[in-house]
């Protein structure tokens, strides 16, 4: 993202402030000022207001082709949480910790259905 990068230099900022700024590491920003990693509508609104000019100004075409192609990615996808598509698409967590996640998530949905009939039955007396 050229007019990011530019802008950050002329206002005197390092990437490691900018990082700091958006409570990443600065590799992980360094990938969204070059465009590798997608910059989110609140990160560019807290860099907007840190370089003091409008998200206009500094969000890039090349940024919303990108958002237009994770969309059409989320929306050909056959998982159904589109949350968890997207944060493993951009903070790159290993499909085996998602499924593994997962599986813990069912087996706990299954022990609140046990609870809830047991506590039903207490409810009879």
Avoid: H
């Avoid at 409570?23 to 990160?43: C, L, M, P, Q, W």
């Amino acid at each position: 993202m050229e007019k990011l990068r530019t802008l950050r230099k002329q206002k005197g900022y390092t990437q490691q402030q900018i990082a700091d700024l958006l409570a990443t590491d600065v590799s992980n920003y360094s990938r969204k000022e070059n465009g590798d990693v997608r910059i989110f509508d609140d990160e560019w609104e807290k860099l907007a207001k840190a370089l003091d000019v409008s998200v206009e100004d500094i969000k890039e075409e090349k940024a919303l082709q990108t958002q237009n192609q994770n969309s059409t990615l989320n929306d050909n996808s056959s998982l159904n949480d589109n949350a968890s598509i997207n944060y493993n698409l951009f903070c790159n967590v290993p499909n085996y910790l998602l499924e593994n996640q997962q599986e813990y998530i069912n087996l706990l949905k299954e022990q609140i259905k046990a609870l809830k009939k047991e506590n039903e039955k207490l409810k009879k007396g």
